[in-house]
């Protein structure tokens, strides 16, 4: 078994266990592969060993990726979670699936507009700035629901629920409080009358919270690809 088949198995174990542990079906938690950085082979290997959701952050590397992997572009999907700027968001309305990090409506807006025709609607979701630090990206907590009600509408995206990064927590119980806060979020979402499933939360070093909390994909990237050069 090649070294990414096996830390994809360790990773769907680690999947498992949190689920069982949370009372939840593991069913309920979709592993997102996260390739930044990751070779078009080893997103391949990833494929051949059963994977086939994949996590892009920086546009033309996503792109470039899609383009080497064409021959399996029907089995793949593809999420854009990385930052978005207005003017790049036409590749990723042609060519992803889903984009996880909407912070305002005029990304939404564009989006919407952008995405072809022929495609199914983009599923988004919106990332909130759950852990409240100015630097970070994110919609504030008590603006969410304006901004999706807003999305909700928009013809060509779906809006799908929520993404957060929190500020990284060595501690279980600090890790958790966000993504309690998400939950919440999201139920006041539902509320509201909202149509929204989706729970985006947990990386390498968290997901188990996160299940713990709701999580409904988790975006894992070191712990399938293995350490990343530092970028940039
Ligand atoms: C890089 C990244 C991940 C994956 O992080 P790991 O710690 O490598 O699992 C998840 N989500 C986002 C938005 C990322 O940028």
């Not at 266990?17 to 290997?45: E, F, H, I, M, W």
């Not at 021959?71 to 700027?85: M, T």
Request: charged share 25%; with cysteine.
């Amino acid at each position: 078994m090649s070294v990414i088949a096996a830390n994809l198995q360790a990773v769907t174990n680690r999947i498992a266990a949190a689920t069982q542990q949370a009372g939840r079906d593991p069913s309920q938690v979709k592993l997102l592969a996260v390739s930044k950085t990751v070779s078009p082979a080893d997103v391949r290997a990833a494929f051949n060993a059963g994977q086939t959701a994949f996590g892009e952050n920086y546009v033309q590397e996503g792109l470039d990726k899609i383009a080497a992997l064409d021959d399996l572009r029907a089995r793949l999907q593809w999420h854009f979670i990385g930052p978005l700027q207005s003017n790049k968001t036409r590749p990723v309305a042609e060519q992803f699936d889903w984009v996880h990090a909407i912070d305002r409506l005029k990304i939404a807006q564009r989006l919407s507009d952008q995405r072809p025709d022929g495609l199914p609607p983009l599923h988004v979701c919106l990332q909130v700035n759950i852990s409240g630090e100015d630097s970070k990206s994110g919609v504030a907590p008590d603006e969410v629901l304006a901004l999706a009600r807003e999305v909700a509408g928009l013809p060509r995206l779906r809006l799908r629920g929520l993404m957060a990064i929190p500020e990284p927590e060595e501690d279980p119980d600090a890790q958790r409080r966000p993504f309690a806060a998400m939950r919440a979020l999201l139920g006041t979402l539902r509320q509201a009358g909202l149509d929204v499933d989706t729970l985006s939360m947990g990386m390498s070093g968290d997901m188990d919270a996160a299940i713990a909390e709701g999580a409904t994909i988790v975006r894992i990237g070191t712990a399938i690809f293995g350490a990343r050069a530092a970028k940039n």
